[in-house]
């Protein structure tokens, strides 16, 4: 391998400079290559680190020389990192839930509120089964599959094209379609391909897959292509992302344009007039599903005009125009052997059934969750009865079920079959981890360990969170790294400023993880790097990553949009401690903010060490404020709405999200940070408040002529 250039940097000429860039690449990936390529690296770890340093210090000093291709942006090599990122250009998003007929009847009557539609007026949907697999979303570009990304957090996936183009059903190559065509769907794998998969791999000696999901999901993210090639994966398409032309005008006919480019759709698909009918076809799949081959897991409805369903939009992570009806949880019997007390990162005691191993829908559940104390005796949070007032006894036999991805739940017991030396279950009353008093604050359910900070394992599991994904979703840094991190001497992680002076904490940082079990050098150095990856974080997911009790992500970026930038959002919050004035009800007035979740805000910034803790994090972090959506040509953009009175052209839910989509914040009151007052008939006091304040006033016309919608 070529040595390492003496020049000094700030001596290099530009042509110099360029020439040297692209040696460093190809030197620095060939010693990726060489690394992962198994047992030979062919630089020692010194060396490496002097190149990258090399190729930073000339990257400093010659920024546009930076190549697309730099190390300095890779996280670590090909193979060790998996795979490379793929930036959705239109969000994957998950779906809501409905479990029962009257959730399938609620669904339907949303939409009809948000749409202004009365119970007469038609609307249709389609009803498909919701296919058990792992999405996939396939961009072409002129006909030719460019592209392939797993869901990932729904904005970043990961780039499997090489595994996509294994697919046999997936074509490679399609005519007459849009310029831009991003089809969305599921991978799976057959029953029949799963049981010859398991046989050979058990044959071998191997572990097989627990269940179809699992199997597809292993085959898809392989780092090797070839491995997903020998592996029976098929796809459904059932959706579609970025495209330059619309497919068609509904649902049904959009998919059968993706039928006729060559995907495979599912023939299952039925066109339902409403919610009874919805519900029967849901009864005609699960009666088929024994049949069908491969694992689905419910029904999915979608209003089938797309123009509705653009109307319609989406909530932070759920569309308003589809649900998933999820079949019936799956049950078995088994014993209950033990209850264990797991300590939440907000302090909650959270009581775990650890049971003898039972299957249940083809997993293996050997725990599931107790809810609380309450659950356990008998009695909901307000004493009534819940198991006809039945409490739970270790020893007891148990009936277990599990939904979907969902942690698995006890729903009875048999007191029948009961052990007469069955022992009651003492909820304990101090934290197990920490021994500080644990207590129940007004009618929570939930018993919490008042140790903060000083508890460890609230300590971890908050950590845990803060690297979670949605959260910093740091690579190579996950629970398990966590729990070893926070209990290590030499280089320990105890709060989440730690994580960004891991590398500077001393000189030899690097040696000590490497020398750590499961450590090696690329690792460790990929670790620092996916690390210094993160410094530059959105606002959104700075304060998700917080782990504030009843902040998660759909509350995180409410208020990331509010606030707009890290500044304003710890002032606001912080002069709201006081539960009254101006910036409390700046902080109430964010619509899905309600006192609970502001007071569990204003309690954590303003708690002394808890802020000091987040202060030093933020010392470390260049948090990127909030881009006001589509700063666009709208008129509304940027500004501050209120809607008072009735609105007679469409529904109030339908005008909050259009004027979000043009970058209007939409309050629930009027304050002196109001722009505009859209007032209806019947508008009250709002109304006096705006004029007393000299705030425009216009009527639902001249909104819908604001807003260029006429
Ligand atoms: S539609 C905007 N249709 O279920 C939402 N999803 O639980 C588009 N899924 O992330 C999704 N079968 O991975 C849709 N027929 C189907 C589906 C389906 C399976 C998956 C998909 C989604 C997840 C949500």
Redesign the pocket.
């Known amino acids: 391998m070529t040595s390492i250039s003496t020049v000094e940097p700030s001596k290099l000429s530009k042509q110099q400079a360029i020439e040297e860039l692209a040696r460093l690449a190809s030197m620095l990936s060939q010693a990726d290559l060489d690394y992962h390529g198994k047992d030979s690296p062919s630089i020692d770890d010194a060396s490496y680190d002097a190149l990258k340093r090399r190729n930073k210090e000339i990257e400093k000093l010659f920024p546009e020389l930076k190549r697309p291709d730099s190390p300095t942006d890779k996280v670590g090599g090909p193979l060790a990192d998996g795979f490379s990122k793929i930036k959705h250009s239109i969000r994957?998003?998950?779906?809501g839930?409905a479990f029962e007929q009257s959730d399938v009847v609620e669904f339907d009557q949303r939409i009809r509120k948000f749409l202004g539609m009365e119970d007469s007026d038609p609307l249709q949907y389609t009803a498909?089964?919701?296919?058990?697999?792992?999405?996939l979303s396939l961009r072409y570009e002129d006909g030719i599959l460019i592209s392939a990304a797993t869901?990932g957090d729904g904005s970043t996936g990961e780039n499997v094209t090489a595994n996509a183009k294994m697919i046999s059903n997936i074509p490679q190559k399609i005519e007459n379609a849009p310029k831009i065509l991003e089809v969305?769907?599921?991978v799976y794998m057959g029953h029949a391909d799963f049981s010859k998969l398991n046989a050979a791999q058990e044959a071998v000696g191997g572990k097989g897959f627990a269940n179809p999901r699992n199997a597809a999901a292993g085959s898809l993210r392989q780092l090797n292509a070839d491995i997903t090639k020998a592996r029976p994966l098929s796809f459904?398409a059932?959706?579609w992302g970025e495209v330059s032309d619309p497919l068609a005008k509904t649902q049904m006919s959009a998919i059968a344009r993706l039928k006729g480019f060559g995907f495979a759709t599912?023939d299952l698909t039925q066109l339902c007039d409403g919610p009874s009918e919805l519900v029967s076809h849901y009864h005609l799949i699960e009666t088929a599903r024994s049949d069908l081959g491969y694992d689905?897991d419910g029904v999915?409805y979608?209003v089938n005009d797309l123009e509705l369903q653009r109307r319609l939009g989406?909530r932070s992570t759920?569309?308003r125009w589809?649900i998933?009806h999820k079949f019936a949880a799956e049950l078995a019997w088994t014993r209950l052997e033990d209850i264990e007390i797991q300590v939440g990162r907000t302090g909650a005691l959270s009581p775990v059934a650890r049971l003898q191993p039972v299957t249940v829908g083809g997993v293996v559940v050997s725990n599931a969750t107790l809810h609380n104390e309450d659950y356990i005796k008998g009695v909901d949070s307000k004493g009534a009865e819940i198991r006809e007032g039945k409490d739970i006894r270790v020893g007891d036999l148990v009936q277990v079920y599990r939904a979907g991805d969902v942690i698995p739940k006890i729903a009875d017991v048999d007191l029948s079959k009961r052990d007469p030396n069955a022992r009651q279950f003492d909820f304990p009353e101090v934290c197990p981890k920490c021994q500080s008093a644990a207590v129940r604050e007004g009618d929570d359910a939930v018993r919490r360990c008042t140790g903060g900070l000083i508890c460890p394992a609230q300590a971890v599991e908050k950590l845990k969170h803060f690297v979670s994904r949605g959260a910093f979703d740091i690579e190579g840094l996950g629970a398990k790294q966590i729990e070893t991190f926070y209990h290590d001497d030499q280089l320990p992680i105890r709060e989440p400023a730690d994580i960004f002076t891991l590398r500077s904490r001393d000189d030899s940082a690097l040696t000590k993880l490497k020398n750590r079990d499961g450590w090696g050098g690329t690792s460790s150095r990929n670790l620092f790097d996916a690390i210094d990856d993160r410094r530059v974080i959105p606002l959104n997911k700075m304060i998700y990553a917080l782990g504030i009790r009843n902040v998660g992500e759909t509350a995180a970026n409410l208020l990331a949009r509010h606030y707009l930038n890290w500044t304003d959002f710890l002032a606001g919050v912080q002069d709201a401690a006081s539960q009254a004035g101006p910036a409390w009800d700046d902080l109430l007035s964010i619509d899905g903010v309600g006192a609970v979740m502001a007071t569990s805000l204003t309690q954590s910034l303003t708690h002394e060490q808890e802020f000091a803790s987040i202060a030093r994090l933020a010392e470390e972090l260049t948090i990127e404020p909030v881009e006001p959506v589509a700063q666009s040509e709208s008129p509304v953009a940027g500004q501050t709405v209120v809607f008072t009175g009735t609105l007679e052209k469409m529904s109030r839910a339908e005008a909050k999200a259009r004027a979000e989509s043009l970058g209007a914040k939409v309050s629930g009151s009027v304050s002196a940070k109001t722009n505009l007052l859209i007032a209806g008939p019947g508008a009250g006091s709002k109304a006096t408040k705006a004029a007393a304040l000299g705030i425009k006033v216009i009527d639902e016309d001249e909104w819908i002529v604001l807003i260029g919608d006429v």
């Open positions: 994957m998003l998950s779906l839930n498909e089964p919701k296919i058990d697999g792992l999405s869901r969305r769907g599921e459904f059932y959706a599912n689905i999915v979608k989406f759920t569309p589809a998933a």
